[in-house]
T-cell receptor, first 118, second 115 residues
Framework: GAVVSQHPSWVICKSGTSVKIECRSLDFQATTMFWYRQFPKQSLMLMATSNEGSKATYEQGVEKDKFLINHASLTLSTLTVTSAHPEDSSFYIC??????????????FGEGSRLTVL | AQSVTQLDSQVPVFEEAPVELRCNYSSSVSVYLFWYVQYPNQGLQLLLKYLSGSTLVKGINGFEAEFNKSQTSFHLRKPSVHISDTAEYFCAVSTASGGYNKLIFGAGTRLAVHP
């Protein structure tokens, strides 16, 4: 149980275009999802917290107009990188908390999405 | 605010040798502690977690960790590693007050197992 799926796994796009990454909880409902960014050989950096039916909460330094997050249902959150540039190339990982289990902070992670902007 | 320090960025070890990956945290309140493993180009997989109770926690793939409150540590150990254990390992903490909305990750330790 507790499977989180991300799509696409890999995406290459031209500079200036927008890219959407989907994060789905397959066998549980997630009122809260989190989006992380990971640079090569570095740790995960929390970008934003996505709450179902409300606006996302962005971490300091993360441009909310650049990284649009939508959490329209209990099983789906999307991250849209708008007007992507080469510096947005990175590995993006989503995670979700099962709303049923105790609130210990434990998260279930997606497989990640590697974005390359040419 | 809580933070996590993984003291070793890289740990090389020979196959079948024991290994310890160190993790220290700072927090003024009760914490929950986690170890995750990441294989190349993949997401994170939970190895083990400490929520409460016994301070020695056993996880998947033969790993275990011990919560030491006085030393604020949560070191990960395995008595005999395999080549397949080569991966990046992340220690993480979430606090038990003010909500559990965030997992704070350490910088990661790359375990490289050599034949």
């Amino acid at each position: 149980g507790a499977v989180v799926s991300q799509h696409p796994s890999w995406v290459i796009c031209k500079s200036g275009t927008s890219v959407k990454i989907e994060c789905r909880s397959l066998d549980f409902q997630a009122t809260t999802m989190f989006w992380y960014r990971q640079f090569p050989k570095q740790s995960l950096m929390l970008m934003a917290t996505s709450n179902e039916g409300s606006k996302a909460t962005y971490e300091q330094g993360v441009e909310k107009d650049k990284f649009l997050i939508n959490h329209a249902s209990l099983t789906l959150s999307t991250l849209t990188v708008t007007s992507a540039h080469p510096e947005d190339s990175s590995f993006y990982i989503c995670s979700a908390r099962d709303q049923v289990t105790p609130n210990t902070g434990e998260l279930f992670f997606g497989e990640g999405s590697r974005l390359t902007v040419l | 605010a809580q933070s996590v320090t993984q003291l070793d960025s890289q740990v090389p070890v020979f196959e079948e040798a024991p290994v310890e990956l160190r993790c220290n945290y700072s927090s003024s309140v009760s914490v929950y502690l986690f170890w995750y493993v990441q294989y190349p180009n993949q997401g994170l997989q939970l190895l083990l977690k400490y929520l409460s109770g016994s301070t020695l926690v056993k996880g998947i793939n033969g790993f275990e960790a011990e919560f030491n409150k006085s030393q604020t540590s949560f070191h990960l150990r395995k008595p005999s590693v395999h080549i397949s254990d080569t991966a990046e390992y992340f220690c993480a903490v979430s606090t038990a007050s003010g909500g559990y909305n965030k997992l704070i990750f350490g910088a990661g330790t790359r375990l490289a197992v050599h034949p």
